[in-house]
Every structure is written in structure tokens, then in C-alpha cells.
């Protein structure tokens, strides 16, 4: 008799039995086509197995049976136990039967990650991510296609480390026609993003003995992660109102240092022409090696952005930037321009970490920038980020009077500085978490807390629509005034840009 899907084989095993579970993982084997009827049978059981559902010791159907209550051929089973047997999933003797192996262990059952930003949240105000749906679909679509069309063969080999050619030519084209970058094609190494910019210089630097590289404070706290891969830790270095500062930085004894200076990340800052004459000046004196993090360099809504710091002196300054931002971090696409000195030891490690970037992907983003494409790109990226940066202003100046916004009119967040009677910021936050508005401190990358009741807040507005904003904003004053009443105070908000 065959059994029913509620009526599984029974046969008893020495440790478990070939029971319901794993005779349902099995069912859709016999429903797959002729051809694949077999590597159908054969996947089912090693899931099953897998899975736990057919745990050590259980002892299978014989061939013969198991066919039959499949209703397929005895072959097709005979052949599923000889694979997976010799795949160490079950093992085998004359005239012992078929059993799962001991040396197979379930692996834990783990939820798939589909959660937005912050799970629950209504509004997600916490910076770092562009809007996504700005990303030319279309345009991109069409530049793969013909890509593709007239890519040579020999391109889908092994890719130069460093990049194709034309995507480094394309890039340091455009790095020093929008941002004053000394950029030549050989020396610039196509990375994944900025963040193996950073590892590939952590790496070189350890091979040169340096053990501990300088980072501004407050700031990314991705940097330490990054250089702590390579074998060197961080030392956080203050800021004050035109950048880093030079004393501290003098005093720390360190020979590298990674900066932001042309829209300091959180802050908002950028560097004065001082101050950037000065940090020079250390890497000079002390042949020193400045990082410069130029993530949001393109985008400055109130005047041309400052060019970049490397342009004055490309053998002290290695200069790293991406797509993450204009187009999307998902695409993994970025440059190092490093001193000649050091450009070497770059490519040997990228060799070994990665053999390079996908060719495809970078031979698509040499034709999207050198047919023009990059440059609209960052034009109606321009022109969306503006409108949200105003809104968020304009929205703080309505709910929160006297609240300050500081750092220049770029990139993609503010700082925002509310009152005291908003505070104090453990308590503001907890209202807001409440409201479901999802918000980061300025406490979260490493400014020691305000010592009165002030609450300092990094705003990122760039991935939200003008609406959204505005609802946010709302929504964290709604909290606000149902703990603790009206609010006090009649002064607008000042906005410093």
C-alpha cells in the first residue's frame, strides 16, 4: 500500500525514525520533470537532512520501498543514496540498510533579514543612505545592454587589479574636473568602496610599522573597524570650529590620520583654508600620510564645493571617494588615489584580496560617466537633497523654536542642537522611539555628551521625501508635547549655514 502525505513510513530506526517531516520535504520530488526528477529526489533528502528533519542515526527506507511510495524508479532512489552517501550525508553497508550519518550537524534556523531601516519606525532619520529610488534605472539599463553588445571577450578574464583602464581614465577625469583632484589613471586603484580604500591603506601602513592612525572625534565610527581589520587602532583626535585640531594632532604622535575636509562627517564643517594649510604642513614636517574621505564632496547647495585637499599635495594626501552616495553603495564601486610611493604595495594587496573588481560592473560605470550620465545623475541629486535639506530646516524652525542647525548647506544630514527645555537627550529619545521616529545622537560617534540639557541630533534627510520630513518632524514635536505640555519660548530657530 502507498502511503498518503498524512501517512508517512514507519519504519523504526535505531535513534529516530523517517517520520512526517522529512516525508513532506520529499513529496515534490516525484512532481519534478523527467530530467530533473532525479536531482530533485536527491536535493529533497540532503535538505532533509540539513534541516534536521532527518536527524543522525535515522535509518531510510529501503530502495525498493521508497520508490514505491514515491512512485518512481527504483534507479532513481538507488542513485540518490549512492550521491549522498558518498557526499558523507548518509552512510551505507551490505545488508545493514541506509542510515544518516553522524557526521552530519543541522545547521540553526535563522530569519532572513527583510527589515527596513529601523524595524518599526515610521519615520527613519538616521543619515548615511542616499534616496535609492533616484538611481537611473533606465539610463543604466540601457548603458548595460550596450555594454555588453561591444564589450571584448578578453575583458571577462581575470580584471588589472587596479581597474579597467577606461573606468580609471573616466574617473580621474572626472575627479579632477569636479573636484580638483590630482588624479593620475596609474595610480588610481577602482576599490570596493570606501571602505576597502581604507583597509588596503590600513594594510600598507602596517607593512610600513605603523600601528595606530589618527581619526577625527566626533566621527565615522566605521574608520576603527576598518584600520582594527588590518592590525592598527585608532586614536581620536578633537575638533574645533574650523576642523581638526592642529595642537592635538601635533601632541598624538600618530603619522597618519583620516579627515573629511570638505563636508566633516558628523559635524558638517568644512575645513578652513588655515587649518588645511596647517595639517599640510604636519604631514610635510613629519612625512605623515593624510586620508581624505571625500564621501559627499559633490554635493554643496549653497555655493561651488571646496575642492579637495589632495589637489595641493598628492604625495602626502591619499584621496578616497564612491558611487555609495550619487548612486548607490550597493553597487560597490570606488577609487583610492594614493602617493606614488605607496601605489604599489596597493595593487599587490588588492591582488590578493579580491583579483579585482567585476569587469562588467566597471565597464558600465566608465560608459555612464564619459557619455554624461554621472554628471545628471549628481544634478538631480543636487537639486532633490536641496529641497529636503530646506524642508527639514523649515520643519525645525516650525515645531522646535530656537533649535540650531549647524555645519554648511552640503552632503546629506545636518546637526541639529535643540533647546534645553527639550531635554535632556536620553529622555528625548526615548519620546521619539515611542513615536516611532528613528534618530542618532551626535553622542553616537564619539563627542562626549553635552553637559547641560541640550539634545544634539544628526539629521539625515536625503532618503526621505519632502512629506516624510516634514511627518517626522511632527510627529517628534507630537511626542514632546504630550509628555510634557505647550511648548515654551516664542524665538525662532536659528539656522547657521
Not at 530502495?63 to 524508479?73: E, G, I, P, T, Y
Not at 577625469?173 to 577602482?190: H, K, N
Not at 591603506?201 to 565610527?221: A, I
Request: contains cysteine; proline residues 8%; positive net charge.
Amino acid at each position: 500500500m502507498t502511503p498518503s502525505r498524512t501517512n508517512p513510513p514507519s519504519d523504526r530506526v535505531e535513534t529516530g525514525e523517517f517520520g512526517s517531516a522529512a516525508w513532506e520535504l520529499l513529496l515534490p520530488a516525484p512532481a519534478a520533470p523527467a530530467r530533473r526528477r532525479g536531482r530533485a529526489l536527491q536535493s529533497a533528502l540532503r535538505e532533509a537532512v540539513r534541516s534536521g528533519s532527518l536527524v543522525p542515526g535515522t535509518r531510510l527506507p529501503s530502495s525498493r520501498a521508497l520508490a514505491a511510495d514515491l512512485r518512481v524508479s527504483r534507479g532513481l532512489v538507488t542513485e540518490a543514496y549512492g550521491q549522498l552517501t558518498a557526499e558523507g550525508y548518509l552512510r551505507s553497508g551490505r545488508g545493514a540498510g541506509t542510515w544518516v550519518s553522524g557526521t552530519v550537524r543541522a545547521a540553526t534556523p535563522r530569519a532572513r533579514d527583510r527589515a527596513p531601516r529601523a524595524p518599526g519606525a515610521r519615520v527613519d532619520f538616521r543619515p548615511g543612505t542616499p534616496d535609492l529610488s533616484l538611481f537611473p534605472r533606465s539610463a543604466w539599463t540601457a548603458t548595460h545592454r550596450s555594454v555588453l553588445d561591444r564589450l571584448p571577450h578578453s575583458t571577462l578574464g581575470y580584471p588589472d587589479p587596479r581597474g579597467l583602464p577606461e573606468l580609471r581614465e573616466a574617473v580621474a577625469a572626472l575627479l579632477t574636473r569636479r573636484r580638483g583632484v590630482v588624479a593620475d589613471p596609474e595610480r588610481l586603484v577602482v576599490c570596493s568602496g570606501v571602505a576597502q580604500a581604507m583597509t588596503l591603506l590600513g594594510f600598507v601602513l602596517h607593512g610600513r610599522g605603523v600601528r595606530t592612525v589618527g581619526v577625527e572625534d566626533p566621527g565615522s565610527p566605521e574608520h576603527a573597524a576598518l584600520f582594527a581589520s588590518a592590525g592598527i587602532t585608532t586614536t581620536g583626535l578633537p575638533l574645533d570650529g574650523e576642523g581638526l585640531a592642529a595642537e592635538a594632532l601635533g601632541r598624538s604622535g600618530v603619522r597618519a590620520v583620516v579627515t573629511t575636509p570638505a563636508h566633516q562627517f558628523p559635524t558638517g564643517i568644512a575645513y578652513s583654508a588655515a587649518r588645511r594649510g596647517r595639517l599640510l604642513d604636519w604631514a610635510r614636517t613629519t612625512d605623515g600620510l593624510i586620508v581624505e574621505d571625500d564621501y559627499d564632496g559633490d554635493f554643496r547647495y549653497d555655493r561651488a564645493p571646496v575642492g579637495s585637499l589632495q589637489g595641493l599635495d598628492p604625495e602626502h594626501v591619499a584621496y578616497t571617494g564612491s558611487v555609495s552616495k550619487s548612486l548607490a553603495p550597493g553597487l560597490r564601486l570606488g577609487w583610492l588615489v594614493a602617493p606614488a610611493t605607496m601605489t604599489d604595495e596597493i595593487v599587490a594587496r588588492k591582488r590578493t584580496m579580491d583579483l579585482g573588481n567585476p569587469a562588467v560592473d566597471q565597464a558600465v560605470l566608465a560608459d555612464f560617466i564619459g557619455r554624461g550620465g554621472y554628471d545628471r545623475q549628481l544634478r538631480r541629486c543636487q537639486r532633490a537633497y536641496r529641497e529636503r535639506r530646506d524642508t527639514m530646516t523649515a520643519a525645525l524652525a516650525e515645531h522646535f523654536p530656537g533649535t540650531e542647525v549647524s555645519g554648511i548647506a552640503a552632503g546629506l544630514h545636518i546637526i541639529a542642537r535643540l533647546p534645553e527645555r527639550y531635554g535632556p537627550e536620553p529622555v528625548f529619545m526615548a519620546r521619539a522611539d515611542e513615536a516611532g521616529v528613528a534618530l542618532r545622537p551626535l553622542t553616537d560617534f564619539g563627542t562626549k555628551p553635552s553637559a547641560d540639557r541640550t539634545v544634539n541630533l544628526v539629521l539625515g534627510y536625503a532618503h526621505l521625501p519632502p512629506r516624510d520630513i516634514a511627518e517626522g518632524v511632527r510627529l517628534l514635536a507630537a511626542a514632546q508635547r504630550d509628555a510634557k505640555g505647550p511648548d515654551i519660548g516664542e524665538s525662532r530657530s536659528r539656522v547657521f549655514i
